[in-house]
């Protein structure tokens, strides 16, 4: 009589259909990932017991394999954004918080297909032990591959539409409002806005944060006017405000770059400023400081925002469970307005 074929050893593919999960959130909860709910989890243990799923030593050995690095990931257009004064605070900030846990920082630009490919490749496999997401616009498909990524993610500035479970954001709506009450507290009625890219949230924050301002004191906000963030976006949209506006006496500048632009247009178009058209930034760059005249902005803490978005991370990959954390703004007045 022929002897039974030996039983096949269930998979973690097998697991996974029981579990009602993706193969990826029951290989996490074989290797005692943190960030899987408990639903999932006790699904995940309960298939393992009921089809007896013993995992290979090797395999588990490779996956949870650490490499000792971490990628900061920009959703960006050009590789200078990491020399952008802002994105440069931001790197030094993350490096030193990742440095304190032994941890490398690698940096990558999500800007074409190919580049956005291989940081999608990057969060579905193990070529680092967590990643920090900034700069990401609306529709962001990098998005739903982090919220379905085996490693940690922490975002840095929350995404437009989505609420991720770890991020650390800064006050964005109550620096820009801040921001505006100065100006309408110094005498000016008709505040303009130059808007950041409205695709992404750090933009619609201010720009409500202006709105809520310009409202509370009875006044009609101006239509959102978009920049792209960059000084020259700035001077452009400055220059249209002037030819739509030129009643205007006073502008709030979504960031310090396109204030600066806007410092420079007024110039040219032989406008004073505070006296004739007062200007408020947002950041409080190096070049705040130096513009003519200095420039009044809302100060935002740049380095910690990278920093503590590592420390998340770091926590994270360490096994803890840490809050999302919004970070304190404050005004600074200088000659600008």
Avoid at 56 to 83: C, H, K, M, Y
Avoid at 147 to 152: C, Q, R
């Amino acid at each position: 009589m022929a002897e039974d074929p030996p039983r096949r050893q269930p998979t973690l593919d097998a697991v996974a259909r029981r579990a009602g999960v993706s193969r990826s959130v029951a290989s996490r909860v074989l290797n005692n990932a943190p960030h899987v709910s408990r639903g999932k989890r006790e699904a995940v243990e309960r298939a393992v017991r009921e089809l007896g799923y013993v995992p290979n030593p090797t395999a588990r050995a490779l996956a949870t394999r650490q490499t000792g690095a971490a990628a900061l990931v920009v959703s960006g257009e050009d590789p200078s954004i990491f020399a952008d004064p802002f994105f440069a605070q931001v790197i030094v900030g993350a490096s030193a918080a990742l440095e304190e846990a032994d941890l490398h920082l690698m940096l990558c630009l999500a800007a074409t297909d190919r580049g956005r490919k291989r940081v999608e490749e990057l969060l579905r496999g193990k070529g680092a032990d967590g990643v920090m997401l900034m700069a990401l616009r609306e529709n962001d498909p990098l998005v739903r591959t982090a919220e379905e990524a085996e490693m940690p993610v922490v975002f840095g500035g929350r995404p437009v539409g989505s609420a991720p479970r770890w991020y650390v954001d800064v006050d964005n709506t109550g620096g820009a409002r801040e921001a505006t009450e100065y100006l309408l507290s110094r005498g000016r009625t008709r505040v303009a806005v130059i808007c950041g890219r409205l695709d992404t949230e750090v933009g619609r924050a201010r720009y409500r944060g202006y709105q809520d301002a310009m409202l509370a004191a009875g006044l009609e906000p101006f239509p959102p006017n978009e920049g792209d963030f960059t000084e020259p976006s700035g001077a452009a949209v400055m220059a249209a405000l002037l030819l739509q506006h030129p009643d205007l006496d006073a502008v709030f500048a979504a960031n310090d770059n396109m204030a600066a632009g806007a410092l420079r247009t007024l110039r040219e178009a032989g406008r004073r400023v505070p006296a004739d058209v007062a200007v408020v930034g947002f950041d409080d760059l190096a070049a705040a400081r130096m513009a003519d005249p200095p420039l009044t902005t809302v100060h935002q803490p740049i380095a910690a925002l990278g920093r503590e978005t590592a420390r998340m991370l770091a926590a994270l990959i360490q096994g803890e469970t840490p809050t999302p954390l919004i970070l304190p703004t404050h005004l600074v007045r200088r000659a600008s307005a």
